[in-house]
């Protein structure tokens, strides 16, 4: 996992080829007042998902993985937690790893916990289990980017 601000996200962008394009959208655009929904920049490859959910507590979140997209979460409003494991430390999927939805979910608990402010990005690749959207019920504004990795 990686974490970072939008104010210094260029010291990333070499990360991933796609790195800079996304970047550069979300500071040219208005996103917190933009429409909900996806955003598609290259079709299946590089796309952004504009959502408003509530957060969950803490103890009610699994983990979750993916193979063939890496996300980047961007808090654009509200306080989010998220939790995160090694893949290679998860010893308990709730189901086989559903290929079609790029997902899998465990029920280990995650090692280490970040607390996302407004501004804030994590970058989760496949092997980065994570927890996102934890909080107190609260509604929370945030992009999740989806690079094919």
């Not at 079709?43 to 969950?56: K, M, Q, R, Y």
């Not at 808090?75 to 430390?89: A, F, K, Q, V, Y």
């Not at 709730?94 to 290929?99: H, I, K, N, Q, S």
Request: net charge negative.
């Amino acid at each position: 996992m990686v974490l970072g601000t939008l104010k210094d996200s260029a010291r990333y962008e070499a990360l991933h080829p796609l790195f800079a394009r996304v970047f550069a959208y979300i500071k040219e655009h208005d996103l917190l007042h933009a429409e909900l929904g996806r955003i598609e920049l290259e079709g299946d490859t590089l796309f952004i998902n504009n959502v408003e959910p509530a957060t969950v507590l803490q103890a009610d979140q699994p983990l979750e993985a993916h193979q063939a997209y890496l996300d980047i979460h961007v808090l654009l409003e509200g306080r989010e937690r998220i939790g995160w494991r090694s893949t290679d430390s998860c010893e308990r999927p709730r189901a086989a790893f559903d290929v079609e939805n790029d997902f899998v979910l465990y029920d280990d608990a995650p090692t280490s916990y970040v607390d996302l402010q407004p501004g804030d990005f994590a970058i989760v690749y496949p092997e980065d289990a994570h927890a996102p959207l934890i909080g107190q019920g609260e509604k929370i504004r945030k992009l999740i980017i989806k690079a094919r990795v």
